[in-house]
């Protein structure tokens, strides 16, 4: 799930 | 990191540093919509909570750390410094109808309930409308200087570019977020019609003047 994804992202 | 992302953060680079040259070189914000910048300063502060918390990578620290400056540098310049240049009267998008539905959305429709996720959520909402404002004003005075059209096209081209990301890593990660997809089409979406005079003008050496 995206959720636990680290936010890699600006 | 993809060639797609690196290219669309140096356009938002870009977008920003044009932007405070314009101000800085002219002293003045003439054209420029104050809300939309002190939005775009939400969303930014919103989306960087996690900047003490987690550590992704030197480049990551510093474009969220250069960000958050320049915008509250260029809300600095529009109310105080050039404040005597800043045009409010054509700057009247009511900002409240953007904001209360983004964030009774946020609360709706996220990944996980939880407190920063949902502020996540809320700062990807409101990107995608944070133009809004701007675009108004322009329609309101219906024309723009050519230095902020360059502003606008390169702010567009940004999250155009994160489209292309966003497909690229589908097929080479698996990765997906259909939150922010489908946030960054909107927001591309929103843009079209000022690409669509951007380069049917600005590119030819004309102004950009819409009938007001």
Same mark, same amino acid.
């Given at each position: ?10 | ?10 356009? @938002?680079?870009?977008?920003? &540093? ?7 070189? +002219?002293?003045?914000?003439? %054209?420029?919509? %104050? ?17 003490? +918390? ?15 400056? +320049? ?18 009267? @054509? ?19 996220? @990944? ?11 700062? &990807? ?16 005075? %219906? ?6 059209? @360059? ?32 946030? %960054?089409?909107?927001? +591309? ?24």
């Amino acid at each position: 799930e995206n959720a636990t994804l680290v936010k890699d992202e600006l | 990191m993809n060639i797609f992302r690196l290219c669309g953060d140096m356009s @938002h680079l870009a977008a920003i &540093i044009i932007l405070l040259l314009k101000m800085w070189k +002219t002293r003045s914000v003439a %054209g420029i919509s %104050g809300k939309s910048q002190i939005l775009f300063a939400t969303v930014f502060t919103a989306r960087y909570l996690d900047l003490f +918390t987690s550590f992704i990578s030197i480049y990551n620290t510093c474009m969220k750390v250069f960000f958050i400056g +320049t915008v509250y540098f260029t809300i600095y310049l529009i109310y105080m410094k050039f404040k005597a240049t800043y045009d409010s009267n @054509h700057d009247s998008f009511r900002v409240e109808f953007l904001i209360v539905p983004v964030g009774g959305l946020a609360f709706l429709v996220n @990944h996980e309930f939880a407190p920063l996720e949902i502020i996540w959520t809320f700062s &990807i909402y409101l990107e995608s409308v944070a133009i809004l404002p701007q675009l108004f004003m322009i329609s309101k005075t %219906g024309e723009a200087e050519t230095i902020t059209s @360059h502003y606008l096209f390169a702010l567009g081209s940004y999250r155009a570019l994160y489209l292309c990301n966003w497909i690229y890593r589908y097929y080479a990660e698996g990765f997906f977020d259909l939150i922010a997809v489908v946030a %960054g089409v909107v927001q +591309t979406i929103l843009y079209c019609d000022f690409f669509y005079l951007y380069i049917t003008k600005v590119m030819k050496g004309k102004k950009i003047s819409l009938p007001a």
